[in-house]
């Protein structure tokens, strides 16, 4: 099994809901990722968790909360987004160290 | 031919010809490198990775030739088939924790 989940597909939500974003792997990983990536443009690094601790911050807005409940499972809490956070949320894996960090299909959110 | 402006960059090819995509990277220190294939709606795609201590390696169609004095990497793909339409990223690991970096991206148009 080389896939990386992620739920939902899509998203709509207002500036006022709370949601979560939700990834899967059952690769035995270490280390998982979250990643913002708008039309056109690269994927940003979020966070990166490292044996289920957060190992990397990229200065993001304390309105996306990440959470690590165990080695396979990774979410993306949200709340009182913007609009200009609408974009496609990626979520990745990969060894301890950083090999073939393998990705979910995203989660495309929309924030109005 | 290539072409930089406000979008990604964009590599026309014929079907059936070789494509040579290519990439700048920044961080010296920088070790692992990895091509990913991005199809539209979907995920960021593993194509072939390459350690600092390499210069060449080859996979099935593909060939990543890496350049440690100018910091260039580079994907040819032989014999370009339709299905390679896509955004190809290449990315950066930065030698400090699992920090995955990607390029700007080049779109690859295959003409058939």
């Known amino acids: 099994d080389t896939e990386v989940t992620q739920t939902p597909k899509h998203l709509v939500m207002g500036m006022t809901n709370k949601k979560s974003l939700k990834c899967e792997q059952h690769?035995?990983?270490?280390?998982m990722y979250w990643y913002k990536q708008k039309a056109k443009k690269p994927p940003e690094l979020m966070f990166v968790?490292?044996?289920?601790?957060?190992?990397i911050n990229e200065s993001v807005p304390s309105r996306f909360s990440p959470e690590c409940p165990n080695s396979s499972l990774l979410n993306l809490h949200l709340h009182a987004l913007q609009p200009e956070d609408s974009a496609l949320y990626l979520c990745?894996?990969?060894?301890?160290?950083?090999?073939?960090?393998?990705f979910g299909q995203g989660t495309r959110l929309t924030v109005v | 031919g290539e072409s930089v402006g406000l979008h990604l960059p964009t590599l026309s090819v014929q079907e059936g010809d070789n494509s040579i995509i290519n990439c700048a990277y920044s961080?010296?220190?920088?070790?692992?490198f990895i091509w990913y294939k991005q199809e539209s709606g979907k995920g960021p795609q593993f194509i072939i990775d390459?350690?600092?201590?390499?210069d060449k390696r080859q996979g099935q169609r593909v060939t990543v030739l890496l350049n440690k004095t100018v910091k260039h990497l580079s994907l040819q793909i032989a014999a370009t088939q339709p299905g390679d339409s896509a955004v190809y990223f290449c990315?950066?690991?930065?030698?400090?924790?699992?920090?995955?970096?990607f390029g700007a991206g080049t779109i690859l148009r295959v003409k058939s």
């Open positions: 690769m035995g990983h270490r280390a």
């Open positions: 968790y490292s044996y289920e601790k957060l190992s």
């Open positions: 390459i350690r600092s201590n390499m």
């Open positions: 990315a950066e690991n930065r030698q400090y924790g699992n920090k995955l970096v």
């Open positions: 961080n010296s220190a920088s070790d692992y």
């Open positions: 990745a894996s990969s060894q301890d160290r950083v090999g073939s960090a393998f």
